[in-house]
């Protein structure tokens, strides 16, 4: 039997026999994370963006500010909504009009991570207090789905609050919030800026995952579209720079997670955060240079 | 989502103080300037790659200046269950633009125009007796919105189809051009259509020289109708050059 054909009719068999000889399907060993980049500022018309790729599951995030009258009861602190979308484009598997299901769950995984993570201070995105605050607006869309999405779309996500840059404004006579333009800086402008120090978000700790899946005894780190349709037991750790545990997902499957498999992913994931980290900071002094 | 937006207060996208609105009275005259240098009848540099995304029949992304577009191709694959029995092949179209398109958030049309006029200027490119019973998906999203979406999403499907290996008579390229008081300009940005008198958009197959679609909309004249109409042509010729030499470097490439 040619080996596509086998690959198709015996999926699970096809993968379980690469298994015994430690290596995947694509030639990586079990617990090797696909090839990674990211860059920095890929749409001119958002505040931050970036375009993140995991071999080729990709995600584009952008960040768009706007103003809001902060709630009464956190006068001093901003907002965050996270929107994650998976249009037609990027799987067989959506249909318009018939949105994905995973999508709403990883828009409340990423929400839930980023404003617990201590990764953005809320405060940071206050203008004037009571008056006005920053309402981030970040939107995820997945270009192309082949497996790890919600690790794809972290990524994104924190690169382009990285990538932030916040605009100068002004309060004017009437209230509301005005941009002052780039050219005319210093004393050309006719209203004092109110946030003339704070151009970039404050970052402190920033989470990064790593998705493994479970089978058997092996651990896959990273799987693609074809690896989690197989095996379906999979399990998220989230850590941030600081190799502090932010959040651990096993959402049922069929598969049950030993405490010993559960450690050994752990370690993998800390092994991925460096190189995440590093990747990021490329990516950052790559456009600095620019 | 209903619930949603009644839990976040209301939000604005801080505006410029000195905002200037209305059409500077320059764009009609001889001697106007276009936002972004080009010459009246220069199109925007355009750059094409088909095979953007992986898990897709075909692919491909288009760039022409801030235009952004991506489109995949999936099938030929079955029917929705509740369609009639065809013995020729159906084309399935949709045209969406993500929330930062457009300058300020949200404000980008939903796509349904432009999801039929997609899928009117392919139709008569396609040889759908090649595939009866099914049904091919041409997904069109726009990452960022800078004028002139509609042509660039076309010529954008078009390559992505011949990516997927759909049979097709020809290549189809689109331009479409302003008319600006005395001007013509073509290809035009978000800036100029905003000003336009009126607007015209040609969808052809340039090497059998047939047109597939063509709109025209506002204040026209017979001559400058015919002008716009040669300056496409020959835009869209030149184009169909372009995508014809991205869809031959593909192939060529060495496959990694």
């Excluded at chain 1, 009861?73 to 979308?85: A, K, R």
């Excluded at chain 1, 998705?211 to 999979?234: F, G, Q, R, W």
């Excluded at chain 1, 651990?248 to 955060?273: F, Y």
């Excluded at chain 2, 019973?133 to 960022?144: I, P, R």
Aim: proline share 6%; glycine share 6%; hydrophobic share 40%.
């Amino acid at each position: 039997m040619e080996v596509d054909a086998f690959r198709r009719l015996f999926p699970l068999r096809f993968h379980e026999r690469h298994l015994l000889e430690s290596i995947r399907p694509d030639g990586r060993p079990l617990g090797r994370a696909r090839d990674t980049t990211i860059a920095l500022g890929a749409v001119a018309s958002a505040n931050g963006s970036a375009l993140a790729k995991i071999g080729c599951t990709t995600m584009l995030a952008a960040v768009k500010l706007e103003v809001m009258t902060p709630k009464a009861e956190s006068p001093d602190e901003g907002c965050i909504v996270i929107d994650f979308h998976m249009p037609p484009i990027c799987s067989p598997l959506v249909r318009p009009g018939r949105p994905a299901e995973a999508a709403p769950v990883i828009t409340k995984q990423l929400t839930d991570i980023i404003l617990s993570s201590g990764m953005i201070d809320l405060k940071e995105l206050s203008l004037v207090s009571g008056k006005a605050a920053w309402m981030a607006y970040l939107d995820i869309y997945c270009l192309d789905a082949d497996g790890a999405l919600f690790d794809a779309a972290l990524l994104s996500a924190v690169a382009a609050f990285s990538h932030l840059q916040i605009p100068v404004v002004s309060l004017n006579d009437n209230g509301r919030i005005v941009l002052l333009s780039e050219e005319n800086s210093g004393a050309m402008w006719e209203k004092e800026p109110v946030n003339k120090e704070k151009r970039k978000l404050k970052l402190d700790t920033l989470p990064f995952s790593l998705t493994c899946v479970l089978h058997k005894n092996y651990i896959l780190a990273d799987p693609s579209a074809e690896e989690e349709s197989i095996m379906e037991t999979y399990l998220t750790v989230v850590l941030d720079s600081s190799m502090q545990l932010v959040s651990l997902n096993k959402p049922g499957g069929p598969g049950l997670a030993q405490t010993s498999a559960i450690q050994d992913c752990v370690a993998l994931t800390i092994q991925r955060v460096k190189e995440l980290q590093k990747i990021l900071n490329e990516a950052i002094s790559d456009m600095e240079v620019d | 989502m209903a619930g949603k937006i009644s839990n976040t207060p209301a939000t604005y996208t801080p505006s410029p103080t000195s905002q200037n609105k209305k059409r500077p009275s320059t764009v009609t005259g001889s001697d106007w300037v276009r936002p972004d240098g080009r010459g009246l009848h220069q199109c925007r540099p355009a750059f094409l790659r088909t095979g953007a995304v992986n898990s897709a029949s075909g692919s491909a992304y288009a760039e022409f200046g801030n235009t952004k577009v991506i489109v995949s191709v999936f099938g030929p694959r079955e029917s929705k269950k509740a369609m009639m029995y065809s013995d020729i092949g159906r084309l399935n179209c949709n045209v969406s633009y993500t929330s930062f398109a457009t300058p300020i958030r949200g404000q980008a049309s939903e796509g349904k125009d432009l999801s039929s006029m997609l899928h009117k200027a392919l139709e008569g490119a396609i040889i759908l007796e090649s595939f009866p019973k099914t049904t091919v998906d041409v997904f069109a999203l726009v990452l960022e919105s800078g004028g002139s979406d509609l042509p660039v999403v076309i010529s954008c499907a078009s390559l992505a189809l011949s990516d997927a290996g759909i049979r097709l008579y020809d290549i189809v390229a689109s331009v479409s051009m302003s008319c600006l008081g005395k001007n013509l300009v073509i290809d035009p940005v978000s800036e100029e259509e905003s000003y336009q008198d009126g607007s015209l958009m040609i969808t052809c197959m340039p090497s059998r020289n047939e047109v597939t679609q063509m709109t025209v909309t506002g204040e026209w004249s017979t001559p400058k109708i015919h002008e716009a109409m040669q300056l496409c042509l020959d835009a869209c010729w030149k184009l169909g050059k372009i995508m014809r030499s991205c869809l031959k470097e593909a192939v060529s490439a060495p496959e990694e």
